[in-house]
């Protein structure tokens, strides 16, 4: 079963208005979660790197007060699109990260398609 | 440069038969691969994932396989279903300091033929 869960998985809104997605890590604590966004036909973008309890950070060019990274606990990370524009309509993926031994563990959301009108 | 490849945009499998759908990565640093499949006006939405450590990993009808001496690492669905046609994306991730890439190959449009 799924290890990460990402809701929702499609979400339609009007423009001007907030969207939240959730990742959430179901059965282990993650330390880190990513976030990333994907345009039609490109690759996949990170947008940011939220560790539990501390602020996101952004990569260059993504709008931290745009997209609003929460990490309060070990098990859940969100993501608030506010005031959305369809520009913002995009692939977001989540994915949370895991130590085990010295070694990552990396687990994936299946994603959320974002659509503004 | 694209670090990760889907050589054939397309593939055409005939309903119970194997589809094999494969990926060429470049970057050796890469540690996660996914797949994700797409239909049309969807989203897509995760598959299944594999990690380097591994060379095989398997849910239900479907199986990556990863190569990484030959960078390559491939998806095999057994059998194919009608409702498998899709558009199936490679991925693969490697930590990079703090961050962590994750760069998509451009898809593969599955057809499965009743």
């Known amino acids: 079963g799924a290890v990460v869960s990402q809701h929702p998985s499609w979400v339609i809104c009007k423009s001007g208005t907030s969207v939240k997605i959730e990742c959430r890590s179901l059965?282990?604590?993650?330390?880190?979660m990513f976030w990333y966004r994907q345009f039609p036909k490109q690759s996949l973008m990170l947008m940011a790197t939220?560790?539990?309890?501390?602020?996101?950070?952004?990569e260059q060019g993504v709008e931290k007060d745009k997209f609003l990274i929460n990490h309060a606990s070990l098990t859940l990370s969100t993501l608030t699109v506010t005031s959305a524009h369809p520009e913002d309509s995009s692939f977001y993926i989540c994915?949370?990260?895991?130590?085990?031994?010295?070694?990552?563990?990396?687990?994936f959301g299946s994603g959320t398609q974002l659509s503004v009108l | 440069d694209q670090q990760v490849k889907q050589n054939s945009p397309s593939l055409s499998v005939q309903e119970g038969r194997i589809s094999i759908l494969n990926c060429d990565y470049t970057?050796?640093?890469?540690?996660?691969f996914l797949w994700y499949k797409k239909y049309p006006a969807e989203g897509p939405t995760f598959l299944i994932s594999?990690?380097?450590i591994k060379d095989k990993n398997e849910d239900g009808r479907f199986t990556v396989f990863l190569n990484k001496s030959a960078k390559h690492l491939s998806l095999h669905i057994v059998p194919s279903q009608p409702g498998d046609s899709a558009v199936y994306f490679c991925?693969?991730?490697?930590?990079?300091?703090?961050?962590?890439?994750?760069?998509w190959g451009l898809g593969t449009s599955l057809a499965v033929n009743p």
């Open positions: 939220s560790n539990e309890g501390s602020k996101a950070t952004y």
């Open positions: 970057n050796s640093m890469f540690d996660y």
């Open positions: 994915s949370a990260a895991s130590w085990d031994r010295l070694r990552e563990k990396l687990f």
């Open positions: 991925a693969a991730s490697a930590r990079a300091g703090n961050n962590r890439k994750l760069i």
């Open positions: 594999i990690s380097s």
């Open positions: 059965d282990f604590q993650a330390t880190t």
